[in-house]
């Protein structure tokens, strides 16, 4: 990231003191130095940024100051605390450009500037520029989403919980009945006799005077709803127990229909899944460790979650893909997200897969040799619009055309970004703290 960062800003023409692991001793030496205009620190662990941050305010308390903090709390409060501070993130920056694919195939992006606050999606206009859309949204079947919640649930334990219940009370209902023809009882007499039979607390003695086929089948009713009750109780103590990211109704419902599962999260994920769900579009989300420390941030803010791993194809196989928008692969393991785009495509070879990748040899070699889906270089996408408000330009937002980042101005106006032009990768050294900082045509010196 840092250094698709470094080849971003030095494509505008300005030249970088890259200090890639600085101590405070660096950060003195390279702005006591002078000619620095502004302070980028970019990393992905929101700790560290903070600590860079202060490093450079306590050395100079004038420089503009560019951060990159996830955690919207962090960050909020540090650009309170550090005056002349902008703070943004990977996610931030690169979320719209994952959302519109996942939404719409000719969507190559979101905006979410629209007047009256409505995401619209941004599509080619055919003359080189973009144009906005109203994002459609189906209308949910309610009835059906239901239906599909009660009886092919996401959660095992939840599973569990409803054969269980369903499984009880379908016994419940054909001893009732049975009783009431066979042995000639009342419903209130039968029903009370059930009730007594299905829970083994003293059973109905009016069954032993009935015929041997009627002592038989109670018997085997009785053995069913045992094993109906053990898969009952199995499933309401995990869901008691265990902390529960899905549920069969309500906000962290999983969706069966016009969705978009995203696949990893991570910082990334959590914020395209929000985004999606401000477009108004269902979201689940895979995640294959149980112990992110983002999950419960999910479950506080209503989004359904599975735990798993989204390379599992038969973990696909109940995501519902033949009904799905798309899959989102936004894991940080670029690796991962090929496996997922191919584990998606195994059981639905239609579905349209966007893949987050942040390697730019990964992201060559997937386009050319694997075309599983969109691919979306997470870090080249990011590093535009940081080095765009590093060297202070007034873009609002980036967004790819094909393949390429370009930039977005408030007027409309794109321009491309031009970060291919400095891949040699003599130009991306660090900078030496003791090395005299080089002026090239009075361009200027960015840290």
Request: charged share 25%; net charge negative.
């Amino acid at each position: 990231m840092a250094e698709e960062t470094v080849r971003a800003i030095r494509a505008t023409g300005a030249d970088v003191a890259w200090l890639p692991e600085p101590a405070v001793d660096d950060v003195r030496e390279v702005l006591d130095g002078g000619g620095v205009d502004s302070v980028t620190v970019v990393s992905g662990e929101d700790p560290i940024v903070l600590r860079m941050a202060l490093m450079v305010r306590a050395v100079r308390d004038d420089v503009p100051l560019l951060l990159t903090i996830f955690d919207p709390t962090m960050a909020r409060e540090t650009a309170k605390a550090l005056p002349n501070t902008h703070v943004t993130s990977l996610a931030d920056i690169v979320a719209p450009s994952l959302a519109g694919p996942c939404i719409d195939e000719r969507f190559i992006a979101v905006s979410t500037d629209d007047d009256d606050g409505r995401p619209c999606g941004i599509v080619e206009d055919g003359d080189g520029g973009v144009r906005e859309e109203r994002i459609s949204q189906r209308r949910p079947r309610r009835v059906e989403a239901l239906l599909r919640a009660l009886f092919a649930p996401y959660d095992k334990s939840a599973g569990l919980l409803l054969f269980g219940a369903i499984g009880l009370a379908g016994v419940f209902l054909i001893e009732t009945i049975t009783a009431m023809f066979v042995l000639d009882e009342s419903f209130t007499d039968a029903f009370y006799g059930s009730a007594k039979t299905l829970v083994t607390v003293d059973p109905n003695l009016k069954i032993s005077d009935g015929p041997d086929w009627y002592k038989l089948f109670i018997s085997a009713s009785m053995i069913v709803g045992f094993v109906f009750a053990a898969a009952f109780t199995a499933g309401l103590v995990n869901r008691v127990i265990e902390r529960r990211l899905t549920s069969l109704v309500g906000r962290r419902a999983g969706p069966r229909r016009d969705h978009v599962i995203v696949v990893g999260l991570g910082q990334v994920g959590m914020r395209l899944c929000l985004l999606l769900r401000s477009c108004g579009i269902p979201v689940l989300a895979i995640e294959v460790d149980g112990a992110s420390g983002l999950l419960g941030r999910a479950r506080r803010l209503g989004l359904p979650v599975l735990i798993g791993r989204g390379s599992d194809s038969d973990l696909m196989q109940r995501l519902s893909l033949s009904r799905a928008r798309a899959v989102a692969a936004v894991t940080g393991n670029d690796l991962e997200n090929i496996a997922v785009a191919m584990a998606a495509r195994s059981v639905h070879p239609d579905i349209r897969v966007v893949m987050r990748v942040g390697d730019g040899e990964v992201a060559n070699d997937t386009r050319s040799l694997l075309p599983l889906g969109l691919v979306r270089d997470v870090h080249r996408i990011a590093a535009a619009m940081l080095a765009s408000i590093s060297v202070g330009d007034a873009a609002d937002s980036v967004i790819c055309i094909g393949d390429d980042a370009h930039l977005r101005f408030p007027d409309g106006r794109l321009e491309a970004t031009g970060i291919d032009t400095l891949a040699d990768a003599e130009a991306l050294k660090p900078t030496d703290p003791a090395a005299e900082p080089e002026k090239a045509g009075g361009s200027p010196s960015r840290a």
